[in-house]
């Protein structure tokens, strides 16, 4: 492949931006350190589906790292040195 590294880390990125995603969703929102005695405070549970983020992002990653790690394996033809003659000038 052409661009298989600059591929792959794209895709981890959009794999990180939908970890990142996953993360703002489940965490609860940042409460005060004291709040006030008269109000209820209860910790929100998270929905069923707010894990739904994490297969795409796990899908990402897995891609990414095939693509970067199958274009270390198989230099492209731009990366290899021609053939040369016995006077050094190339076939």
Do not use: W
Request: proline content about 12%; charged content about 10%; overall charge positive.
């Amino acid at each position: 492949m052409q661009f298989g590294k600059l591929h792959g880390y794209a895709i981890i990125a959009l794999g990180l931006i939908f970890f990142v995603f996953f993360l703002a969703t489940t965490l609860p929102n940042l409460q005060p350190s004291t709040p006030a005695p008269s109000t209820a405070q209860s910790t929100p549970t998270p929905h069923k589906n707010s894990y739904i983020p994490l297969i795409p992002a796990a899908i990402c990653f897995l891609l990414g790292g095939y693509f970067v790690i199958a274009d270390r394996r198989h230099p492209s033809a731009n990366e290899s040195q021609p053939k040369t003659t016995k006077s050094g000038l190339p076939m």
